[in-house]
């Protein structure tokens, strides 16, 4: 989908954001990703499911469902933001035409620019940065520093900044609808899920399936970390873990029981994404 056929809505807030930015282009090699968790559940049915029978990839507004604080409705925090971010382009617009939320792969991540929000990830493609707008910090941290494919100094920011490993993320909103057989290049799955209803679920999608190294942290090393989510998650963690460890595939059956606080739940996976992630050296440029 090219800029020239997006709504108006759609081009008013990224005309906003181009405003806004400054620097000098973005490097076409670099991605956009979509992080989530695909064995989570939309709506009572299966987010793979979901998304194969619809074929693209939807906003918050439009889900009700998120990985994230789940304000997306008018007057919302999540509303405010946008508002804010694209100059009111939305603010009478259909939920449908809003933005969908990912995050740029600057450092090249074999897991996504952005753990936090899930383990597997929808890796797009080059012709998508031409309707991306980013900011940094995340928009829910009031941000004053814009960026589009035409002008992005966010990199650098970011790279110089010192948070948190899962709250560094250049921030992405890709304008127009996300089409799984058109716009993205590969759905990246944790190997935990090789052989399981998640696989069989990702195979009937129109985009490649790719794998990474996969998340793991024994529960030796969660033991370590008290101090990060609380001393309560790390035994949360512990109880969830099988054979001493732990992995996606256990977070996400945690959350299918219903036995527990989703928020404690999503504090393990923090956890798990922080200090279970793969230890790999970043892949050459694509």
Not at 86 to 114: I, N
Not at 208 to 237: A, D, K, N, Q
Request: charged fraction near 25%.
């Amino acid at each position: 989908m090219s800029r020239g056929n997006l709504r108006t809505s759609q081009a008013r807030a990224l005309a906003h954001v181009a405003r806004l930015s400054s620097g000098p282009p973005l490097n076409r090699d670099l991605r956009v990703t979509l992080n989530f968790h695909p064995d989570r559940v939309s709506r009572g049915t299966p987010i793979l499911r979901s998304l194969a029978d619809s074929g693209v990839y939807v906003s918050q507004f439009v889900t009700g469902t998120g990985n994230g604080g789940l304000t997306a409705h008018p007057g919302g925090d999540r509303w405010r933001w946008e508002s804010r971010l694209f100059g009111g382009a939305y603010d009478h617009a259909p939920a449908s035409e809003r933005p969908v939320y990912g995050a740029l792969d600057h450092r090249r991540s074999p897991v996504g620019a952005a753990p936090r929000f899930g383990s597997s990830h929808f890796r797009l493609t080059a012709a998508t940065l031409e309707r991306t707008t980013f900011c940094y910090p995340e928009s829910c941290l009031d941000p004053s520093d814009f960026g589009t494919a035409a002008h992005m100094a966010l990199v650098e920011l970011a790279l110089a900044d010192r948070r948190d490993a899962l709250d560094d993320c250049v921030e992405a909103h890709v304008h127009g609808p996300v089409r799984l057989d058109r716009d993205v290049e590969a759905l990246v799955l944790d190997p935990c899920y090789r052989g399981t209803a998640v696989e069989d679920a990702a195979r009937r999608l129109p985009c490649p399936v790719e794998w990474h190294p996969g998340f793991r942290l024994t529960v030796e090393e969660l033991r370590r970390h008290p101090g990060y989510r609380g001393p309560g998650i790390v035994e949360l963690g512990t109880e969830i873990a099988a054979a001493g460890v732990l992995d996606p595939r256990l977070v996400g059956e945690a959350v299918a029981t219903g036995r527990y606080d989703p928020q404690a739940v999503k504090k393990v996976w923090h956890c798990l994404a922080r200090f279970g992630a793969p230890v790999t050296s970043p892949p050459s440029p694509r």
